[in-house]
């Protein structure tokens, strides 16, 4: 719906309760130039893709856009690394393959994004601005982390004693043989 209005495409037969919240995303995109929507970006290096919502023009500066719903502090650091991703990725051809560059006056910030926050529980539409730096840094260091998850416990492991084999002992004994005096 939101892309709709960004078309400026009639919204005849919306449900009432989502005119209200299309109304102040009309209001808080009024000043932004879309440059790109849904577009599928790439980082080769790191091996992540996903879609941004907008890429947008705002007074001069193309940025990444991203429209969320829910509670946008709690993540606040996965948005930023998100945004981050985007601002740094290819646009990506999906049929074909190909990376492509933005124009140098379309290429997003890659210091700060912008997240449209619509709460769909009745509180105030906003803007908001992201420090896409920490998330680009932040998105490094997950990429390290998930790099370090994929080693397989054998080349972690390496046996010390392998001698002493598991029976079934009364527990009760087990304590008494465990025991450094007779009291």
């Known amino acids: 719906l939101t892309e709709a209005v960004d078309r400026g ?15 102040a995303y009309s209001r808080l995109t009024a000043d932004f130039e879309v440059l790109g929507s849904e577009e ?9 893709a996903g879609s ?3 890429r947008v023009r705002y007074q001069g500066q193309a940025y990444i856009l991203d429209t969320k ?10 948005i930023a690394m998100q945004l981050a991703g985007y601002a740094h990725g ?18 997003p910030s890659v210091e700060r994004g912008i997240v449209l926050h619509l709460p769909q529980d009745g509180e ?12 680009w840094a932040a998105l490094h260091e997950a990429s390290r982390v998930h790099k370090l998850r994929k080693i397989k416990p054998e080349e972690l492991l390496t046996p010390l004693r392998v001698d ?16 450094v005096s007779v009291d």
């Open 9 to 23: 495409e009639p919204l005849d037969g919306v449900p009432m309760e989502y005119v209200a919240i299309l109304a």
């Open 164 to 179: 002493a084999p598991m029976s079934e002992v009364d527990p009760l004994i087990g304590f008494i043989q465990a025991a």
């Open 69 to 78: 719903t829910g509670n946008i502090e709690l993540g606040a650091l996965s």
């Open 124 to 135: 105030p539409a906003g803007t908001y601005w992201i420090d896409l730096e920490v998330g």
């Open 90 to 107: 290819y646009r990506y051809d999906v049929e074909t393959g190909a990376r492509i560059m933005d124009a140098p006056q379309d290429t």
């Open 52 to 54: 941004a919502d907008r």
């Open 40 to 48: 599928f970006r790439v980082i080769d290096e790191l091996q992540v």
